[in-house]
Nanobody
Framework: VQLQASGGGLVQPGGSLRLSCVGS?????VAWFRQAAGKEREGVSC??????YYLDSVKGRFTISRDIAKNTIYLQMSSLKPEDTAVYYC?????????????????????WGQGTQVTVSS
């Protein structure tokens, strides 16, 4: 499977962006990660079927969803903060249920999108 991430950009604090992750075929488990400059890649949100999970710091601000017909996973980000600035990546998770989001798990995450830059700044 191949993934294509898009939707990043420059937004002011408090603004919104919607990221998209388009798969070459149906995606059941997908995670969004982000990596800020000088920091490790961290899991932000993931979806398995209709079950969704979020990093504590984005709960209530980010929403992950899917469009099955378009093989697309979305990450709607609202009330953005400067600390949300990072390159965002989507990854296909071969597992069928949530077992944490460890970006280093190459067995679970076997396909990655190319990353899209999100910058939150005034």
């Amino acid at each position: 499977v191949q993934l294509q991430a898009s939707g990043g950009g420059l937004v002011q604090p408090g603004g919104s962006l919607r990221l998209s992750c388009v798969g070459s075929r149906f995606l059941y488990g997908v995670a969004w990660f982000r990596q800020a400059a000088g920091k490790e890649r961290e899991g932000v949100s993931c979806i398995y079927g209709d079950s969704t999970y979020y990093l504590d710091s984005v709960k209530g601000r980010f929403t992950i969803s899917r469009d099955i017909a378009k093989n697309t996973i979305y990450l709607q980000m609202s009330s953005l903060k400067p600390e949300d600035t990072a390159v965002y990546y989507c990854a296909r998770d071969r597992r069928t249920y949530y077992r944490g989001m460890n970006a280093g798990n190459a067995v679970a995450y076997d396909a990655w999108g190319q990353g899209t830059q999100v910058t939150v700044s005034s």
